[in-house]
């Protein structure tokens, strides 16, 4: 089966940074991509950047392209979102997500998560002094 495990959050400082972890396992290929969301109190759930986890091609949202960097380790099947000059505004619960490519694109389903079919727990980022 299927299943997505985010880790790494916690608190941090403004200015502070924080790596996030996606472990992922039960794919049966690497044909899928995989997303960072993210979604506040009050708001709407954000995209934040997608990675397509065979060939390692990514998109990123407008907010996050200056701040964040994804990545992936495909030996260790885990997809990373390095957080750097964390924001207060920054502070939600982040997820994990996949899709099989050819239910989404790398573009319109990155920023509002359509059609990813698996999801993690989600792991909580709080940005305080």
């Known amino acids: 089966q299927v299943q997505l495990v985010e880790s790494g959050g916690g608190l941090v400082q403004p200015g502070g940074s924080l790596r996030l972890s996606c472990a992922a396992s039960?794919?049966?290929?690497?044909?899928?991509?995989i997303a960072w969301f993210r979604r506040a109190p009050g708001k709407e759930r954000e995209g934040i950047s997608c990675?397509?986890?065979?060939?390692?091609?990514?998109y990123y949202t407008d907010f996050a392209k200056s701040r964040f960097t994804i990545s992936r380790d495909n030996a260790k099947n885990t997809v990373y979102l390095q957080m750097n000059s964390l924001k207060p505004e920054d502070t939600a619960v982040y997820y994990c997500?996949?899709?099989?490519?050819?239910?989404?694109?790398?573009?319109?389903?990155?920023?509002?998560?359509?059609?990813?079919?698996?999801w993690g727990q989600g792991t909580q980022v709080t940005v305080s002094s």
């Open positions: 990675i397509n986890y065979s060939d390692g091609t990514t």
């Open positions: 039960g794919f049966t290929s690497d044909d899928v991509n």
């Open positions: 997500a996949a899709v099989w490519v050819f239910r989404a694109t790398m573009t319109s389903e990155c920023e509002d998560g359509v059609n990813y079919d698996y």
